[in-house]
């Protein structure tokens, strides 16, 4: 009797030695940073402060703010007839240079004439000369008078949008012209479209952010002005660390320290150590230890000794649609 109990029992033992455990695994992979978000405002990406060249009474304004403007578009008008006063005058005054203009020539062609005859002296011949000269002087200035009169406005306007927020000062050391961001009306930003940094105040508001410029890149429909966005932003901040699931590790030797199980192309585990970082969501994050795409038993360790034959878990689906 006692034989057979004992028999039994080394036969159960046996089976569980050989038993090879399933185990889940995970690869050990970068974390994907932070995502910043911060509020920003649509305005014209081009503006300009434009005024009349001289005092006017305001007749006519054909734009608002926001509003698309073309090259040659007139914006605004004053009274005319202030400078249809100046036109004719300048008018007026031509027609008058021209007259004596001709008046003048024709009167030192005279004199010349006479001067050849021996009818006048040379002096009267030159003073002829000067006032002809003077003459088409004063007819050249009345021209520049009536250009001057007859002078507009020539406008270009661009029709791109920017987006203007105000992003923290710790965001704002990472930036740099051409970072990426995603800006929406939704906070899932799936219906959104991509903006450009194009430049950043080096000037802190209040002490506590800068103002940040963005270039609209291939929205979908033009934006009312004044709108405000959700912006998104993954800053760059370098290589990110290693991270796994917080089950995969074991108490190590130090506070900064634990054990992983690795599992092998041959089908084995290694006992490993590793250096620990922080923790966050669930995670850790690997600071040695480890390489990209290394997996990490994450269930299945409870038992598992350094070198063991392992079998990656596959889960059976039941009748009832149940997972294992």
């Not at 926001?66 to 004053?78: F, P, R, Y």
């Not at 006048?120 to 250009?147: D, F, I, N, P, T």
């Not at 429909?221 to 709108?227: C, E, M, Y």
Request: proline residues 3%; contains cysteine; glycine residues 8%.
């Amino acid at each position: 009797m006692i034989a057979l109990m004992v028999s039994g029992c080394s036969d159960k033992h046996t089976a569980s030695v050989s038993a090879i455990r399933a185990v889940k695994v995970e690869a050990a992979r970068a974390g994907e940073g932070t995502t910043v978000r911060f509020i920003g405002t649509v305005r014209q990406q081009e503006r300009a402060s434009l005024a009349f060249e001289s005092a006017g009474t305001l007749t006519e304004l054909r734009v608002d703010i926001g509003d698309t403007v073309e090259k040659d578009q007139v914006l605004a008008s004053i009274d005319r007839q202030p400078a249809q006063l100046r036109l004719q005058e300048a008018q007026a005054s031509l027609r008058l240079a021209r007259a004596q203009a001709v008046e003048r020539e024709l009167n030192y062609q005279r004199q010349k004439r006479l001067l050849a005859a021996g009818s006048v002296a040379q002096s009267v011949v030159e003073s002829a000369l000067a006032s002809s000269e003077q003459a088409k002087a004063e007819q050249v200035r009345a021209q520049s008078e009536q250009a001057l009169a007859h002078r507009e406005l020539d406008i270009e306007s661009a029709a791109g949008q920017e987006v203007v927020a105000a992003v923290p000062l710790a965001l704002a050391e990472t930036l740099k012209p051409g970072d990426l961001a995603r800006a929406s009306s939704t906070a899932d930003g799936t219906s959104g479209f991509d903006l450009a940094l194009e430049g950043i105040s080096p000037r802190a508001d209040d002490g506590l952010v800068r103002t940040a410029v963005f270039r609209v890149l291939r929205p979908a429909s033009r934006l009312p002005s004044g709108i405000t966005l959700l912006v998104q932003m993954h800053p760059d901040t370098g290589t990110q660390p290693l991270s796994v699931p917080v089950q995969a590790l074991w108490m190590g030797t130090g506070s900064n320290s634990a054990e992983v199980f690795v599992y092998q192309p041959g089908g084995t585990v290694a006992l490993r150590s590793v250096s620990l970082g922080t923790v966050k969501d669930g995670r850790a994050l690997i600071a040695s230890g480890l390489a990209v795409g290394e997996r990490v038993v994450t269930a299945g360790a409870a038992f598992l000794q350094d070198g063991e034959t392992v079998t990656l878990f596959q889960p059976s689906t039941r009748l009832n649609g149940g997972t294992q």
